[in-house]
């Protein structure tokens, strides 16, 4: 989730939590237990960084002593608390300024957040809450998610690209006609367009900054407060099936900024791409790849 020292970014999670909340996948609990590993504690002490609507904070409970919920969206801190769960509690609080106690975690997880987050404090702040030996882990879903349909994840990819020129525009005070003009596949927006690191080079309405994924690894090692660090891969089967991959592409933030901004399915390309995807010949089968960036504090 966004830093509350940046409105637009906190801005961008409000208004569709429950929407997020029923659609968003969990990572693989297979993984928990590596991460226990990584820092030798059988059942860790967690912090959640960018905790959302607590669909992370709830999956750590599963293989923690106990979770804390880092997030400073209240929208979407009011949906988690609606969803308690033993062992985890919610705080009002930023990645770079979490006001946790030193050395108080085993394990601080960053679940399809760190990307919001600015590195440089956030990683200083992980390596202040985290005791020697402890893991920090980035965890991102690819998107969209493998459907076993060219036709659907094409159709996925087509509405991404028309959003990203949309966003763009917007983000430079394009209006009216000059805004809704048709889309070139040249399109300067699109030069670094990959829908395995959305983020690089993302131009975003409303003051909106983000970071690089494919970049996570690479900054952990350059800060030097890791004394180990590597990739992890994962895969987990989702359930869903077509309506839950149309409803994962209406949790998306860009969309729901591009909406708030008046414009509609019809013009983002969504319709479209909803009727694409319902026309596949055989209802969709989900899984998610998991990417995890580790690393050991020194």
């Known amino acids: 989730m966004p830093e509350r020292t940046d409105d637009g970014n906190l801005a961008r999670f409000s208004g569709f939590a429950d929407l997020y909340d029923a659609n968003r996948p969990s990572p693989p ?3 928990g237990a590596v991460l226990a590993s990584y820092c030798g504690v059988e059942q860790p002490a967690v912090v959640d960084l960018g905790s959302g609507t607590g669909l992370s904070s709830r999956w750590a409970a599963t293989w923690a002593a106990s979770v804390i919920g880092v997030e400073p969206n209240p929208d979407m801190r009011s949906q988690a608390a609606a969803r ?3 062992g985890v509690v919610y705080v009002d609080g930023v990645s770079h300024r979490t006001g946790l106690a030193s050395a108080s975690a085993d394990v601080v997880l960053a679940v399809q957040a760190m990307h ?6 956030t990683l200083a702040e992980v390596a202040r ?3 020697p030996g402890g893991v920090f882990a980035t965890v991102d879903a690819d998107w969209p998610p493998v459907a076993g ?3 659907a994840e094409q159709a996925w990819a087509k509405v991404h690209r028309r959003i990203r020129v949309f966003e763009a525009r917007v983000a430079r005070g394009d209006t009216g006609a ?3 003009s048709t889309i070139d596949d040249d399109d300067p927006a699109l030069l670094d367009e990959d829908l395995h690191d959305p983020h690089r080079n993302r131009a975003m309405p409303d003051g909106v900054r983000s970071w690089s994924k494919s970049q996570h690894l690479d900054r952990m090692r ?12 994962f895969d987990e089967p989702a359930d869903g099936g077509t309506p839950r991959f149309v409803a994962l592409l209406r949790s998306q933030g860009s969309y729901q900024a591009l909406r708030r901004h008046g414009l509609n399915d019809d013009e983002l390309g969504v319709t479209t791409f909803e009727q694409e995807v319902q026309g596949t010949a055989a209802p969709l089968s989900l899984s998610f790849c998991w990417r995890v960036r580790l690393g050991v504090i020194r």
């Open 222 to 233: 350059a800060s030097g407060l890791f004394g180990f660090t590597r990739e992890l891969l």
């Open 178 to 180: 000059e805004l809704r």
């Open 129 to 131: 809450i985290v005791r």
């Open 149 to 151: 349909s060219v036709t």
């Open 29 to 31: 609990r297979r993984m």
């Open 84 to 86: 308690p769960v033993d």
């Open 116 to 121: 919001w987050m600015d590195p440089e404090p």
